[in-house]
Protein backbone atom coordinates (compact mmCIF):
# COMPACT_ATOMS: atom_id res chain seq x y z
CA UNK A 1 0.00 0.00 0.00
CA UNK A 2 3.10 2.54 0.94
CA UNK A 3 4.31 2.18 -2.38
CA UNK A 4 1.40 2.52 -4.51
CA UNK A 5 0.53 5.63 -2.44
CA UNK A 6 4.21 6.92 -2.69
CA UNK A 7 4.30 6.19 -6.86
CA UNK A 8 0.99 8.05 -6.85
CA UNK A 9 2.70 10.81 -5.19
CA UNK A 10 5.47 10.80 -7.44
CA UNK A 11 3.07 11.05 -10.29
CA UNK A 12 0.83 13.61 -8.49
CA UNK A 13 4.41 15.74 -8.32
CA UNK A 14 5.11 15.31 -12.00
CA UNK A 15 1.81 16.06 -13.09
CA UNK A 16 1.93 19.43 -11.18
CA UNK A 17 5.48 20.31 -12.59
CA UNK A 18 3.81 20.27 -16.02
CA UNK A 19 3.35 23.28 -17.97
CA UNK A 20 -0.74 23.23 -19.06
CA UNK A 21 -0.56 23.89 -22.89
CA UNK A 22 -3.32 25.83 -24.92
CA UNK A 23 -3.21 25.38 -28.99
CA UNK A 24 -5.16 27.89 -30.72
CA UNK A 25 -5.74 28.31 -34.37
CA UNK A 26 -7.66 29.67 -36.70
CA UNK A 27 -9.36 29.20 -39.85
CA UNK A 28 -8.20 30.84 -43.27
CA UNK A 29 -6.49 33.84 -40.87
CA UNK A 30 -3.71 35.66 -43.33
CA UNK A 31 -0.26 36.80 -42.14
CA UNK A 32 -1.33 40.27 -42.36
CA UNK A 33 -4.42 39.71 -41.01
CA UNK A 34 -3.58 40.98 -37.32
CA UNK A 35 -3.24 44.18 -35.60
CA UNK A 36 0.72 43.73 -34.37
CA UNK A 37 1.74 43.16 -38.13
CA UNK A 38 0.59 46.08 -39.19
CA UNK A 39 -3.19 45.89 -40.89
CA UNK A 40 -4.27 49.52 -41.17
CA UNK A 41 -7.55 48.96 -39.88
CA UNK A 42 -8.00 45.77 -38.39
CA UNK A 43 -8.41 45.53 -34.43
CA UNK A 44 -6.74 42.66 -32.51
CA UNK A 45 -5.66 43.98 -29.27
CA UNK A 46 -5.33 40.74 -27.12
CA UNK A 47 -3.28 39.38 -29.91
CA UNK A 48 -1.00 42.42 -29.92
CA UNK A 49 -0.51 42.26 -26.34
CA UNK A 50 0.00 38.61 -26.99
CA UNK A 51 3.34 39.65 -29.28
CA UNK A 52 4.15 42.44 -27.15
CA UNK A 53 4.75 39.80 -24.23
CA UNK A 54 6.01 36.69 -25.56
CA UNK A 55 7.62 35.32 -28.88
CA UNK A 56 6.83 36.20 -32.56
CA UNK A 57 7.95 34.32 -34.97
CA UNK A 58 8.12 36.29 -38.20
CA UNK A 59 8.38 33.00 -40.29
CA UNK A 60 6.08 30.74 -38.73
CA UNK A 61 4.21 28.47 -41.08
CA UNK A 62 1.35 26.15 -41.18
CA UNK A 63 1.76 22.65 -41.96
CA UNK A 64 0.23 22.40 -45.68
CA UNK A 65 -1.03 25.10 -47.84
CA UNK A 66 -5.02 24.26 -46.36
CA UNK A 67 -6.84 23.29 -43.50
CA UNK A 68 -7.50 19.15 -42.27
CA UNK A 69 -3.17 18.17 -43.26
CA UNK A 70 -2.01 21.35 -40.99
CA UNK A 71 -4.26 20.41 -38.31
CA UNK A 72 -2.78 17.14 -38.19
CA UNK A 73 0.19 18.05 -37.94
CA UNK A 74 -0.15 19.85 -34.78
CA UNK A 75 -1.47 16.08 -33.09
CA UNK A 76 1.27 13.93 -34.74
CA UNK A 77 4.46 16.59 -35.43
CA UNK A 78 4.63 14.98 -39.25
CA UNK A 79 3.90 15.77 -42.14
CA UNK A 80 0.49 15.43 -43.11
CA UNK A 81 1.65 12.99 -46.34
CA UNK A 82 3.32 11.15 -43.83
CA UNK A 83 -0.24 9.78 -41.86
CA UNK A 84 -2.85 10.00 -45.41
CA UNK A 85 -4.44 13.37 -44.60
CA UNK A 86 -3.86 15.25 -47.82
CA UNK A 87 -6.63 17.88 -48.49
CA UNK A 88 -9.89 18.59 -46.94
CA UNK A 89 -11.87 16.28 -45.75
CA UNK A 90 -9.31 13.47 -47.27
CA UNK A 91 -8.11 10.91 -44.38
CA UNK A 92 -8.10 10.90 -40.88
CA UNK A 93 -5.98 10.47 -37.97
CA UNK A 94 -5.31 6.98 -38.30
CA UNK A 95 -5.11 4.48 -35.43
CA UNK A 96 -1.39 3.96 -36.11
CA UNK A 97 -0.96 7.52 -35.63
CA UNK A 98 0.29 8.77 -31.90
CA UNK A 99 -1.41 11.67 -31.36
CA UNK A 100 0.01 14.12 -28.57
CA UNK A 101 -2.90 13.67 -26.47
CA UNK A 102 -2.18 9.90 -25.89
CA UNK A 103 1.71 10.84 -24.86
CA UNK A 104 -0.05 13.75 -22.76
CA UNK A 105 -2.61 11.91 -20.77
CA UNK A 106 -0.09 9.15 -19.42
CA UNK A 107 2.16 11.84 -18.64
CA UNK A 108 -0.95 12.91 -15.84
CA UNK A 109 -2.46 15.57 -18.32
CA UNK A 110 -6.58 16.09 -18.84
CA UNK A 111 -7.12 16.85 -22.86
CA UNK A 112 -9.62 19.24 -24.52
CA UNK A 113 -10.59 19.77 -27.52
CA UNK A 114 -12.95 22.80 -28.78
CA UNK A 115 -14.03 24.13 -32.08
CA UNK A 116 -12.63 22.81 -35.45
CA UNK A 117 -11.84 19.29 -35.75
CA UNK A 118 -11.24 18.42 -39.17
CA UNK A 119 -9.92 15.25 -38.75
CA UNK A 120 -12.03 12.89 -39.23
CA UNK A 121 -16.08 12.38 -39.14
CA UNK A 122 -17.78 12.47 -36.31
CA UNK A 123 -20.94 10.57 -36.99
CA UNK A 124 -21.08 7.35 -39.00
CA UNK A 125 -24.27 8.31 -40.40
CA UNK A 126 -23.96 9.49 -44.14
CA UNK A 127 -25.55 13.46 -44.79
CA UNK A 128 -25.54 13.96 -41.35
CA UNK A 129 -23.15 16.91 -41.93
CA UNK A 130 -21.98 19.43 -44.96
CA UNK A 131 -19.47 16.64 -46.33
CA UNK A 132 -17.99 15.40 -49.51
CA UNK A 133 -15.57 13.86 -51.00
CA UNK A 134 -14.12 10.72 -48.88
CA UNK A 135 -16.38 11.64 -45.89
CA UNK A 136 -19.08 11.72 -47.65
CA UNK A 137 -18.76 8.76 -49.34
CA UNK A 138 -17.34 6.74 -46.56
CA UNK A 139 -18.47 8.26 -42.97
CA UNK A 140 -18.04 4.83 -41.36
CA UNK A 141 -14.59 4.43 -42.68
CA UNK A 142 -13.55 7.98 -41.52
CA UNK A 143 -15.11 7.81 -38.60
CA UNK A 144 -12.25 9.29 -36.23
CA UNK A 145 -13.98 11.44 -33.64
CA UNK A 146 -11.63 13.30 -30.68
CA UNK A 147 -12.86 10.92 -28.02
CA UNK A 148 -11.31 8.01 -29.78
CA UNK A 149 -8.22 9.81 -29.58
CA UNK A 150 -7.56 10.40 -25.87
CA UNK A 151 -9.30 13.67 -25.78
CA UNK A 152 -11.09 13.63 -22.42
CA UNK A 153 -14.28 16.66 -23.49
CA UNK A 154 -15.09 17.59 -26.72
CA UNK A 155 -16.88 20.31 -27.85
CA UNK A 156 -16.21 19.99 -32.02
CA UNK A 157 -17.88 20.24 -35.54
CA UNK A 158 -16.68 18.41 -38.23
CA UNK A 159 -16.05 21.21 -40.48
CA UNK A 160 -17.05 24.67 -41.23
CA UNK A 161 -20.19 26.57 -39.47
CA UNK A 162 -20.76 30.20 -39.07
CA UNK A 163 -18.92 32.60 -37.65
CA UNK A 164 -21.96 33.96 -35.91
CA UNK A 165 -25.22 31.91 -34.99
CA UNK A 166 -22.94 28.67 -35.89
CA UNK A 167 -25.76 26.43 -36.37
CA UNK A 168 -27.95 28.80 -38.42
CA UNK A 169 -27.75 29.34 -42.41
CA UNK A 170 -27.19 33.15 -42.53
CA UNK A 171 -28.68 32.60 -46.22
CA UNK A 172 -27.40 33.53 -49.63
CA UNK A 173 -23.82 35.56 -48.86
CA UNK A 174 -22.25 36.61 -52.63
CA UNK A 175 -19.71 38.43 -54.00
CA UNK A 176 -20.80 41.54 -54.62
CA UNK A 177 -24.34 41.87 -52.44
CA UNK A 178 -24.72 39.67 -49.19
CA UNK A 179 -27.90 39.03 -47.69
CA UNK A 180 -29.56 37.46 -44.41
CA UNK A 181 -31.81 35.12 -46.04
CA UNK A 182 -33.62 31.99 -44.54
CA UNK A 183 -33.12 33.13 -40.45
CA UNK A 184 -33.53 30.00 -38.19
CA UNK A 185 -32.68 27.47 -41.04
CA UNK A 186 -30.39 25.01 -39.54
CA UNK A 187 -27.17 25.18 -41.34
CA UNK A 188 -26.13 21.24 -41.65
CA UNK A 189 -23.19 20.74 -39.49
CA UNK A 190 -23.80 20.15 -35.16
CA UNK A 191 -21.64 20.45 -32.32
CA UNK A 192 -20.68 17.13 -31.07
CA UNK A 193 -19.72 16.59 -27.02
CA UNK A 194 -19.81 12.82 -27.45
CA UNK A 195 -20.82 9.72 -29.96
CA UNK A 196 -24.08 10.73 -31.06
CA UNK A 197 -24.18 13.59 -28.84
CA UNK A 198 -24.56 16.99 -30.20
CA UNK A 199 -24.71 20.46 -28.17
CA UNK A 200 -28.10 23.32 -29.48
CA UNK A 201 -27.80 25.44 -26.47
CA UNK A 202 -25.83 28.49 -25.74
CA UNK A 203 -24.94 28.35 -29.69
CA UNK A 204 -26.27 32.03 -30.57
CA UNK A 205 -24.49 35.01 -31.14
CA UNK A 206 -20.34 34.94 -31.54
CA UNK A 207 -19.27 31.59 -32.49
CA UNK A 208 -15.88 31.95 -30.52
CA UNK A 209 -17.27 33.18 -27.94
CA UNK A 210 -19.58 29.78 -27.95
CA UNK A 211 -16.61 27.86 -28.10
CA UNK A 212 -14.55 29.95 -25.31
CA UNK A 213 -17.81 28.84 -23.28
CA UNK A 214 -16.87 25.07 -23.50
CA UNK A 215 -13.19 25.91 -23.11
CA UNK A 216 -13.17 27.79 -19.97
CA UNK A 217 -15.00 25.46 -17.67
CA UNK A 218 -12.43 22.90 -18.84
CA UNK A 219 -10.13 24.65 -17.68
CA UNK A 220 -11.65 25.98 -14.83
CA UNK A 221 -12.05 22.05 -13.16
CA UNK A 222 -8.59 21.10 -14.16
CA UNK A 223 -7.59 24.16 -12.32
CA UNK A 224 -9.20 23.08 -9.31
CA UNK A 225 -8.31 19.58 -9.31
CA UNK A 226 -4.48 20.50 -9.60
CA UNK A 227 -4.69 18.64 -12.59
CA UNK A 228 -2.36 19.90 -16.00
CA UNK A 229 -4.39 20.36 -18.91
CA UNK A 230 -3.94 20.07 -22.89
CA UNK A 231 -6.60 22.53 -24.93
CA UNK A 232 -6.94 22.50 -28.35
CA UNK A 233 -8.92 25.17 -29.10
CA UNK A 234 -9.52 25.80 -32.93
CA UNK A 235 -11.74 28.66 -33.42
CA UNK A 236 -13.72 28.19 -37.16
CA UNK A 237 -13.06 32.78 -37.88
CA UNK A 238 -12.41 33.90 -40.12
CA UNK A 239 -13.96 30.85 -42.07
CA UNK A 240 -16.27 30.82 -44.65
CA UNK A 241 -19.46 31.49 -43.68
CA UNK A 242 -18.05 34.71 -42.71
CA UNK A 243 -20.48 36.93 -40.35
CA UNK A 244 -20.44 39.44 -38.33
CA UNK A 245 -22.45 40.11 -35.39
CA UNK A 246 -23.45 44.37 -35.22
CA UNK A 247 -21.76 45.04 -32.07
CA UNK A 248 -18.60 44.09 -34.00
CA UNK A 249 -19.48 45.35 -37.38
CA UNK A 250 -20.48 48.89 -35.71
CA UNK A 251 -16.78 49.17 -34.79
CA UNK A 252 -15.75 49.26 -38.50
CA UNK A 253 -18.35 51.66 -39.53
CA UNK A 254 -17.53 53.30 -42.78
CA UNK A 255 -15.42 50.13 -44.54
CA UNK A 256 -17.23 48.27 -47.24
CA UNK A 257 -20.14 45.59 -46.12
CA UNK A 258 -18.03 42.65 -46.62
CA UNK A 259 -14.71 43.84 -44.58
CA UNK A 260 -17.20 45.08 -41.98
CA UNK A 261 -17.97 41.35 -41.60
CA UNK A 262 -14.46 39.85 -41.89
CA UNK A 263 -12.88 42.49 -39.48
CA UNK A 264 -16.02 42.13 -36.69
CA UNK A 265 -15.83 38.00 -36.47
CA UNK A 266 -11.71 38.43 -35.91
CA UNK A 267 -11.73 40.83 -33.49
CA UNK A 268 -14.62 38.83 -31.37
CA UNK A 269 -12.54 36.40 -32.11
CA UNK A 270 -10.07 38.15 -30.69
CA UNK A 271 -11.81 39.59 -27.44
CA UNK A 272 -12.10 35.89 -26.90
CA UNK A 273 -8.55 35.05 -26.46
CA UNK A 274 -8.40 38.29 -23.93
CA UNK A 275 -11.06 36.48 -22.09
CA UNK A 276 -8.44 33.18 -22.07
CA UNK A 277 -6.16 34.93 -20.75
CA UNK A 278 -7.60 36.80 -17.86
CA UNK A 279 -9.24 33.56 -16.60
CA UNK A 280 -5.95 32.41 -16.46
CA UNK A 281 -4.27 35.06 -14.59
CA UNK A 282 -7.57 34.83 -12.47
CA UNK A 283 -7.29 30.82 -11.63
CA UNK A 284 -3.62 31.43 -10.76
CA UNK A 285 -2.27 29.09 -13.75
CA UNK A 286 -1.10 32.04 -16.43
CA UNK A 287 2.48 31.57 -15.55
CA UNK A 288 2.79 28.20 -16.08
CA UNK A 289 0.21 27.98 -18.95
CA UNK A 290 2.07 27.48 -22.44
CA UNK A 291 -0.16 29.24 -25.30
CA UNK A 292 0.53 29.14 -28.85
CA UNK A 293 -1.32 30.53 -31.53
CA UNK A 294 -1.06 30.39 -35.54
CA UNK A 295 -3.55 30.12 -38.53
CA UNK A 296 -3.89 26.97 -40.49
CA UNK A 297 -2.61 28.40 -43.58
CA UNK A 298 -3.14 31.69 -45.50
CA UNK A 299 -6.11 33.62 -46.14
CA UNK A 300 -8.74 32.60 -48.77
CA UNK A 301 -8.49 34.25 -52.15
CA UNK A 302 -9.72 37.62 -52.13
CA UNK A 303 -13.00 37.65 -54.34
CA UNK A 304 -13.92 35.29 -52.60
CA UNK A 305 -17.85 35.71 -50.50
CA UNK A 306 -16.57 38.48 -47.76
CA UNK A 307 -13.04 37.46 -47.95
CA UNK A 308 -10.62 40.38 -47.65
CA UNK A 309 -7.77 38.70 -45.81
CA UNK A 310 -4.57 39.84 -46.75
CA UNK A 311 -0.57 38.17 -46.29
CA UNK A 312 0.43 41.52 -46.90
CA UNK A 313 3.55 41.97 -48.94
CA UNK A 314 3.64 37.95 -49.29
CA UNK A 315 2.41 36.05 -52.73
CA UNK A 316 -0.18 33.76 -52.77
CA UNK A 317 -2.99 32.48 -50.68
CA UNK A 318 -4.43 29.33 -49.25
CA UNK A 319 -3.90 26.10 -50.80
CA UNK A 320 -0.45 27.95 -52.54
CA UNK A 321 2.87 26.82 -51.95
CA UNK A 322 4.14 30.44 -51.90
CA UNK A 323 4.47 31.84 -48.79
CA UNK A 324 1.37 33.77 -48.64
CA UNK A 325 -0.56 30.06 -48.40
CA UNK A 326 1.72 29.18 -45.68
CA UNK A 327 3.57 31.92 -43.56
CA UNK A 328 0.99 33.04 -40.72
CA UNK A 329 0.87 34.71 -37.59
CA UNK A 330 2.85 32.55 -35.01
CA UNK A 331 2.57 33.50 -31.05
CA UNK A 332 3.68 31.56 -27.99
CA UNK A 333 3.64 33.01 -24.88
CA UNK A 334 4.90 30.84 -21.64
CA UNK A 335 5.98 33.22 -18.86
CA UNK A 336 7.17 31.01 -16.68
CA UNK A 337 9.78 30.30 -19.06
CA UNK A 338 9.78 33.04 -21.61
CA UNK A 339 10.35 36.22 -19.40
CA UNK A 340 10.84 38.95 -21.99
CA UNK A 341 9.44 39.19 -25.42
CA UNK A 342 11.30 38.14 -28.28
CA UNK A 343 11.26 37.76 -31.93
CA UNK A 344 12.20 34.90 -34.20
CA UNK A 345 13.21 34.66 -37.54
CA UNK A 346 13.79 30.95 -38.21
CA UNK A 347 11.31 29.45 -39.67
CA UNK A 348 8.98 27.19 -37.85
CA UNK A 349 5.83 25.44 -38.16
CA UNK A 350 3.11 23.35 -36.84
CA UNK A 351 4.36 20.37 -36.52
CA UNK A 352 6.88 21.57 -34.11
CA UNK A 353 4.22 21.77 -31.77
CA UNK A 354 4.51 17.44 -30.89
CA UNK A 355 8.39 18.09 -30.39
CA UNK A 356 7.85 21.07 -28.78
CA UNK A 357 5.27 19.99 -25.95
CA UNK A 358 7.51 16.83 -25.72
CA UNK A 359 10.65 18.72 -24.92
CA UNK A 360 9.09 20.70 -22.13
CA UNK A 361 7.56 17.86 -20.04
CA UNK A 362 11.44 15.94 -20.77
CA UNK A 363 9.93 12.93 -22.51
CA UNK A 364 11.67 11.87 -25.40
CA UNK A 365 10.24 11.82 -29.15
CA UNK A 366 9.03 7.91 -29.69
CA UNK A 367 11.73 6.07 -32.00
CA UNK A 368 9.65 4.29 -34.65
CA UNK A 369 8.84 6.90 -36.63
CA UNK A 370 10.40 10.03 -38.00
CA UNK A 371 9.04 13.61 -37.28
CA UNK A 372 9.60 16.39 -39.31
CA UNK A 373 9.17 18.90 -36.37
CA UNK A 374 11.74 19.77 -34.23
CA UNK A 375 11.94 21.25 -30.23
CA UNK A 376 11.51 25.42 -30.98
CA UNK A 377 11.75 26.23 -27.48
CA UNK A 378 15.51 26.98 -27.98
CA UNK A 379 14.54 29.56 -30.56
CA UNK A 380 11.70 31.07 -27.49
CA UNK A 381 14.31 31.27 -24.95
CA UNK A 382 16.81 32.71 -27.37
CA UNK A 383 19.10 29.69 -26.97
CA UNK A 384 19.26 28.94 -30.41
CA UNK A 385 19.01 31.54 -33.96
CA UNK A 386 19.07 29.28 -36.80
CA UNK A 387 17.33 26.47 -37.70
CA UNK A 388 19.11 22.90 -38.49
CA UNK A 389 16.46 20.90 -40.14
CA UNK A 390 14.22 22.73 -42.87
CA UNK A 391 10.92 22.42 -43.59
CA UNK A 392 9.26 20.06 -46.25
CA UNK A 393 5.60 21.03 -48.01
CA UNK A 394 3.77 18.95 -50.79
CA UNK A 395 0.34 20.41 -52.06
CA UNK A 396 -2.70 18.35 -52.54
CA UNK A 397 -1.61 15.96 -55.48
CA UNK A 398 1.88 16.17 -54.23
CA UNK A 399 3.01 17.70 -57.53
CA UNK A 400 4.43 20.38 -56.12
CA UNK A 401 6.60 20.59 -53.31
CA UNK A 402 8.64 23.24 -51.46
CA UNK A 403 12.02 23.10 -48.64
CA UNK A 404 12.61 25.75 -47.01
CA UNK A 405 15.63 26.32 -45.19
CA UNK A 406 16.78 29.70 -42.86
CA UNK A 407 17.59 31.70 -46.31
CA UNK A 408 16.58 29.90 -48.92
CA UNK A 409 13.45 28.66 -50.20
CA UNK A 410 12.93 26.29 -53.34
CA UNK A 411 9.80 25.55 -54.66
CA UNK A 412 9.51 22.33 -57.48
CA UNK A 413 6.65 22.41 -59.72
CA UNK A 414 6.11 20.81 -62.86
CA UNK A 415 6.90 23.49 -65.19
CA UNK A 416 10.57 24.36 -63.40
CA UNK A 417 12.17 25.00 -59.96
CA UNK A 418 11.97 28.65 -58.22
CA UNK A 419 14.81 29.40 -55.92
CA UNK A 420 14.74 32.59 -53.68
CA UNK A 421 15.99 34.33 -50.61
CA UNK A 422 13.55 34.68 -48.00
CA UNK A 423 15.90 37.15 -46.06
CA UNK A 424 15.91 39.91 -48.94
CA UNK A 425 13.19 38.61 -50.99
CA UNK A 426 9.64 37.41 -48.77
CA UNK A 427 7.52 38.48 -51.05
CA UNK A 428 9.04 36.10 -53.91
CA UNK A 429 9.91 38.80 -56.65
CA UNK A 430 12.84 37.58 -57.68
CA UNK A 431 14.01 33.82 -59.01
CA UNK A 432 17.57 32.87 -58.10
CA UNK A 433 17.61 29.45 -60.09
CA UNK A 434 20.14 30.82 -62.66
CA UNK A 435 21.49 32.87 -60.45
CA UNK A 436 22.85 30.18 -57.77
CA UNK A 437 22.86 27.11 -59.38
CA UNK A 438 24.75 25.61 -56.25
CA UNK A 439 22.05 26.13 -54.05
CA UNK A 440 19.26 25.63 -56.29
CA UNK A 441 20.85 21.64 -57.12
CA UNK A 442 22.03 21.07 -53.54
CA UNK A 443 18.16 21.87 -52.04
CA UNK A 444 16.55 19.98 -55.20
CA UNK A 445 18.36 17.05 -53.93
CA UNK A 446 17.67 17.16 -50.71
CA UNK A 447 13.92 17.91 -51.09
CA UNK A 448 14.04 15.09 -53.93
CA UNK A 449 15.26 12.33 -51.31
CA UNK A 450 13.25 14.03 -48.29
CA UNK A 451 9.81 13.65 -50.98
CA UNK A 452 10.63 10.15 -51.68
CA UNK A 453 10.95 9.25 -48.13
CA UNK A 454 7.31 10.68 -47.19
CA UNK A 455 6.08 9.00 -50.14
CA UNK A 456 7.21 5.58 -49.14
CA UNK A 457 5.32 6.43 -45.85
CA UNK A 458 2.07 7.33 -47.76
CA UNK A 459 2.53 4.11 -49.72
CA UNK A 460 1.67 2.23 -46.14
CA UNK A 461 -1.35 4.57 -45.64
CA UNK A 462 -4.73 2.29 -45.51
CA UNK A 463 -5.71 2.77 -49.59
CA UNK A 464 -8.89 4.66 -48.65
CA UNK A 465 -7.34 7.03 -46.39
CA UNK A 466 -4.92 7.84 -49.53
CA UNK A 467 -7.71 8.64 -52.11
Known sequence: M???????ASASLLAANHPNIILIMTDDQGWGDVGYNGHPHLKTPHLDQMQAEGVTFTRFYSGAAMCSPTRGSCYTGRNPYRYGIT????????????????????????????????????????????????FAKEPARYYCPPWERDVDVSFVTESKVPTWDPLVDPGPIKKKKSSDGNPGKPYGNDYFSGPGTTVTENTRGDDSRVIMDRALPFIQNAAEKKSPFFAAVWFHTPHSPVVGGPKYREMYHGQPEHAQHYYACLTAMDEQIGRLRAELKSLGIANNTMICFCSDNGPARQGSPRHVGTAKNLKGYKLSLNEGGIRVPGLMVWPEKIKEPRTVTAPCFTSDYFPTILAALDVPLPTDRTYDGVDILPFATGKQTERKKPLGFLNKNGKEAAWIENR??????????????LISDPGEKTNLIEEKPEVAKRMAAELSTWKTEVMAELEGVPESTKK
Open 2 to 8: KFILLLC
Open 87 to 134: YAMAGMLEPTEIPITSILKKNGYTTGHFGKWHLGTLSKEKGDQKRWGT
Open 408 to 421: YKLISRPKGDELYD
